[in-house]
């Protein structure tokens, strides 16, 4: 836990959620309009070979470069499991679900936190349940409205992959919790994605991503969908997610799967001309409410 005073940590806490909240909201976006001309595999390792090679840079000069023997596992464990897994499926994933929808998905992600606490003996508070109950409501309700028809089977095996990737997340995010803090946290999530990339490459290379690729012909569009998801989204949502870890639950952490298709519904009218229902904003406000009762039910 932080030293920080109680009122500064709450401010600190708030900005937190929010980057990661309106960040990784964003990302399904991001990722839709980069399948337009990258395969899913190719994304994710270029994102996070430029992200992991950024942020050695600046460990490197700002005199942090200083790793002790206990950083290796957890560097190991979130690369695989945050990095390789969580984002791999998504994009992956991606190419099949709309943006709405995946998110949706991905809101099994705190369901999971919950469920491993529990099994660990931490049974949640009354008003964690009622708000776990209340968002995944909401979610069904947003499904309900925005399923037009009949799943066909790659879209099948993309809703298993992301559900089995997000009880990984959850067990990754759990275990990186229980470990010692890295000598340097900035060293800790540069290694973490530099090897979340390499792992991604070589899926690249098995899936055949990487055949007759030609980066020179990509949109100028595309490379800045690429710098978002680099800057902003990966050295700005991951170093305050895995401070979140260190300062809460990571069941509360994980609230943000709840928030995501509500920004990605919201993106998807602002910036994509989708129809937002009427069911779909009541479903907004239901998934909303339910959040706010976890984070309450947290403190």
Excluded: K
Excluded at 122 to 128: F, N
């Amino acid at each position: 836990m932080s030293t920080f005073a109680p009122r500064t940590r709450t401010l600190l806490l708030i900005i937190a959620f929010a980057v990661i909240y309106l960040g990784w909201g964003t990302t399904y976006l991001a990722n839709h309009f980069l399948l337009l001309e990258l395969p899913p595999f190719v994304i994710g390792s270029l994102r996070f070979s430029f992200a992991g090679l950024l942020a050695l840079t600046w460990v490197i000069l700002s005199g942090q470069l200083r790793i002790q023997r206990s950083d290796w596992g957890g560097v190991l464990l979130g690369g695989l499991t945050l990095i390789t897994v969580g984002q791999g499926a998504l994009i992956y994933a991606n190419q099949y679900l709309p943006t709405g929808m995946l998110a949706m998905l991905y809101t099994t992600l705190p369901l999971w936190s919950v469920a491993l606490e529990w099994l660990l003996g931490e049974r949640p508070p009354l008003w964690v349940l009622c708000g776990l109950a209340l968002a995944c409501g909401g979610i069904v309700l947003l499904m309900n409205n925005g399923l037009g028809q009949a799943a066909s089977g790659e879209q099948w095996f993309a809703g298993v992959l992301v559900v089995s990737a997000t009880l990984l997340w959850a067990g990754g995010a759990w275990l990186l919790r229980q470990r010692p803090p890295f000598r340097s946290s900035w060293l800790g999530l540069s290694l973490q994605m530099l090897i979340g990339a390499m792992l991604l490459a070589l899926f690249g290379l098995w899936h055949g991503d990487w055949q007759a690729l030609d980066l020179r012909s990509l949109s100028s569009n595309a490379w800045l969908w690429l710098a978002y998801l680099v800057l902003p989204v990966s050295l700005g949502v991951y170093p305050a997610y895995f401070w979140l870890l260190r300062e809460v639950r990571p069941s509360l952490v994980s609230t943000f799967a709840f928030v995501n298709p509500v920004v990605a519904l919201l993106l998807g009218y602002l910036l994509l001309d989708e129809h937002l229902s009427v069911v779909a904003m009541l479903a907004c406000g239901i998934t909303l409410g339910g959040v706010v009762l976890i984070i309450f039910g947290r403190r």
